[in-house]
């Protein structure tokens, strides 16, 4: 494992001495050291990257929205994403790591996704935010179950806000009700924003250890049977992990009654 002076995202050792409680250590918490503390740092570093990612992203979608009405909204989820954002960080300066060199890690981690998936309608800009974006949501809520408490819990809460997603449903069932050409459309959009957005996830298992080490054990207790530990099963992991996210893509699909 590299060291702090190598990795400035890598956790630091519990302090000892002085009274300083260890890193990550919170009122009747265990600290988290070592690799479990490295692996949350680099998870946690992709959840706030991607949170800056979606401030960004609505900031953009205020000055393209077509009322007045969403373009408040959306104003209001770009700023709700700074807090989220800000909330990761701090959790990982608690775990000894740079909360900067964790979250520029995975700067660009979408950046391939974009550059396929440009949106040529506002209908699909979007859908784009509720399928694509969603799988990333989704594949940080899977691999934060293979975390320490503290930071699993943290990342479940900061996930649960669906108000970006009422609107994005209720704007697409409207524009949708009467227009099947739309609907096709979408449908055929929908289809292929899964995709893209699955081989960024592919991606980012194989690419980013911390993160797989998470998804390993986030899903340690559904390999059966389990007859090696968690380490050597790395190749079953990526499978379930796209199972359960295509699964989640039907739900949003099917609350917008598309095909998926």
């Not at 440009?118 to 940080?140: H, I, M, N, Q």
């Not at 503290?150 to 609107?167: F, N």
Request: negative net charge; charged residues 25%.
């Amino acid at each position: 494992m590299t060291t702090r002076a190598d990795d400035p995202a890598a956790p630091v050792p519990p302090t000892v001495a002085g009274g300083t409680p260890p890193a990550g250590v919170g009122p009747g918490t265990a600290p988290v050291t070592g690799q479990d503390a490295a692996d949350a740092v680099e998870v946690l570093g992709l959840v706030a990257a991607l949170e800056h990612r979606a401030f960004v992203r609505l900031a953009a979608d205020t000055a393209q929205a077509p009322d007045v009405e969403q373009a408040l909204a959306l104003s209001r989820f770009a700023a709700a994403c700074t807090g989220r954002r800000d909330r990761v960080l701090a959790r990982i300066d608690e775990l000894g790591g740079d909360p900067v060199a964790a979250l520029a890690r995975f700067d660009q981690v979408l950046d391939e996704f974009d550059d396929r998936t440009p949106s040529s309608t506002w209908w699909e800009r979007l859908l784009k935010a509720y399928v694509g974006y969603g799988v990333a949501d989704d594949f940080c809520r899977l691999a934060s179950r293979g975390l320490d408490p503290r930071s699993r819990d943290l990342v479940a809460e900061l996930l649960e806000d669906a108000s970006h997603a009422e609107l994005v449903v209720r704007e697409l069932d409207r524009a949708c009700a009467d227009d099947e050409v739309l609907t096709s459309r979408l449908a055929l959009w929908g289809r292929r924003l899964v995709g893209e957005a699955l081989n960024v996830v592919q991606r980012v298992v194989q690419q980013r250890p911390g993160v797989a080490r998470a998804v390993d054990r986030a899903t340690a207790d559904e390999l059966a049977p389990q007859t090696a530990p968690v380490a050597d099963v790395p190749a079953q992991a990526p499978a379930r992990v796209i199972n359960e996210l295509t699964a989640e893509h039907t739900r949003r699909m099917s609350r917008l009654h598309l095909t998926a």
